[in-house]
């Protein structure tokens, strides 16, 4: 069965360190795999993807990610974290001999502060 | 970029009604649609997925006749709680995407429904 894990409920920065957001996943096959950020009491919103090719995909507000497949990884990083990055992150995987419903993780919060 | 509106974004009823949500793809046709209900602690379940011009396909576990939905068009899909509950209070989220597998999906805002 499809699953993702997001091992850390929270993640804590400095303003300017680099951050990390862990994810791992398990599908058969090639996953397509997704970043959202979710805003309070707001919807989310899409920040990067993984479908094919180069490992490293770049993303919106600067952040990016790296596809790992022998580690089953997609952790999402940016090198220099801003305050108003603090938000809750999802990563999420898509089986494509599935369909097109996505399988979210459980969502880490990150909290940046100055 | 694509854009799904949805609509209304807060409601607070009584126990025992019948609330109606939508979700709208404003500038692409979505033959699927998906609805999500976001727990308090954060995690978030995919309760149905909607398709244009025939049955939704619900997940297990969630009540086909608690939660109506209906995808009349390519642009619109409709959430109706029915008879709602205490229980049914929560954050419920809706999604599209452009034709395509690799396309991501694209939110609504949310609804926070209160059932008092």
């Known amino acids: 069965a499809q699953s993702v894990a997001q091992p850390e409920d929270q993640v804590n920065v400095a303003e300017g360190n680099p951050l990390t957001v862990k994810c791992t996943y398990s599908?058969?096959?090639?996953?397509?795999l997704f970043w959202y950020v979710q805003y309070p009491n707001r919807g989310l919103q899409f920040l990067l993807k993984y479908i094919t090719g180069d490992n490293l995909v770049k993303g919106s507000y600067g952040f990016e990610a790296e596809f790992n497949k022998s580690q089953t990884s997609f952790h999402l990083k940016k090198p220099s974290a801003l305050v108003s990055d603090s938000a809750l992150y999802f990563c999420?995987?898509?089986?494509?001999?599935?369909?097109?419903?996505?399988?979210f993780g459980k969502g880490t919060t990150l909290s940046v502060s100055s | 970029g694509a854009v799904v509106s949805q609509h209304p974004s807060r409601v607070i009823c009584k126990s025992g009604t019948s609330v109606k949500i939508e979700c709208r793809s404003l500038?692409?046709?979505?033959?699927?649609m998906f609805w999500y209900r976001q727990f308090p602690k954060k995690s978030l379940m995919l309760m149905a997925t909607s398709n244009e011009g025939s049955k939704a396909t619900y997940e297990q576990g969630v009540e086909k006749d608690k939660f109506l939905i209906n995808h009349a068009s390519l642009t619109l899909s409709t959430l109706t709680v029915t008879s709602a509950h205490p229980e049914d209070s929560s954050f419920y989220i809706c999604?599209?995407?452009?034709?395509?597998?690799?396309?991501?999906?694209?939110f609504g805002d949310g609804t926070r429904l209160s059932i008092l």
């Open positions: 599908v058969s096959g090639n996953p397509y």
């Open positions: 999604s599209a995407n452009p034709t395509g597998a690799n396309q991501p999906q694209h």
């Open positions: 999420a995987v898509r089986d494509p001999q599935a369909g097109t419903a996505l399988i």
């Open positions: 500038d692409f046709q979505a033959t699927t």
